[in-house]
């Protein structure tokens, strides 16, 4: 059976360059302080979700992470990354997977999910996400969704908004929240998005 939402996510990259998209930052601030602060070391397995083309993955390589993952269910996404670092593609672990059927027999040290978990609207995908969450991160999760706020549909795709506490309650059962708060992404055309960002530790 074909997957609409792999095909709508290849087409979306084939047929828009970076410009053109509105999740697209040249330089991702917020996720670099959210993944600094862990104070992990430079070893830590680190899991981008839903990375695509972004830049976050040079920024972490520059600062000398050296066991970084980017998933993506978009492999044309992944293929522009890989152009763009050229030789330091190959530090880095790429997977073309959906989320919600992504298993692994690693974990990972840090999570990190900006703008891919609003996608999932229906209780069993966010039930198979934070099911997987729980299962794979051992010490801590990033996310960032559209808040109650921000837009309702994404490169035509309905989404999930969340407020603080609806966020914090897909994870509560495994994590304890750290610090949440929202924050207005500019797009490539000079609109703003505002955006909720949390960060959680796994508890003991």
């Not at 999740?23 to 993944?35: E, R, Y």
Request: glycine share 4%; proline share 3%.
């Amino acid at each position: 059976m074909p997957n609409k939402t792999k095909e709508h996510w290849e087409a979306v990259y084939q047929n828009k360059q970076p410009q053109e998209v509105s999740w697209t930052q040249v330089h991702p601030k917020t996720s670099l302080d959210l993944i600094r602060s862990t104070h992990l070391d430079k070893s830590a397995k680190i899991i981008d979700i839903g990375g695509g083309d972004s830049h976050l993955v040079d920024f972490l390589l520059e600062e000398g992470y050296q066991n970084i993952s980017v998933l993506d269910i978009s492999a044309e996404a992944l293929e522009r990354a890989q152009k763009r670092l050229g030789k330091n593609a190959e530090k880095v672990n790429w997977i073309v997977s959906d989320i919600t059927q992504f298993d692994t027999n690693s974990t990972f040290d840090i999570w990190h999910d900006r703008a891919a978990f609003h996608f999932l609207t229906t209780p069993e995908e966010i039930r198979n996400y934070t099911e997987t969450v729980n299962k794979l991160v051992s010490s801590y999760l990033i996310i960032g969704t559209f808040s109650e706020n921000g837009p309702k549909k994404c490169s035509g795709l309905d989404i999930q908004q969340y407020s603080e506490i609806g966020l914090e309650d897909q994870f509560t059962n495994d994590f304890q929240k750290i610090k949440c708060f929202t924050e207005d992404h500019e797009t490539p055309f000079e609109t703003k998005q505002n955006f909720l960002f949390c960060s959680f530790k796994r508890k003991n």
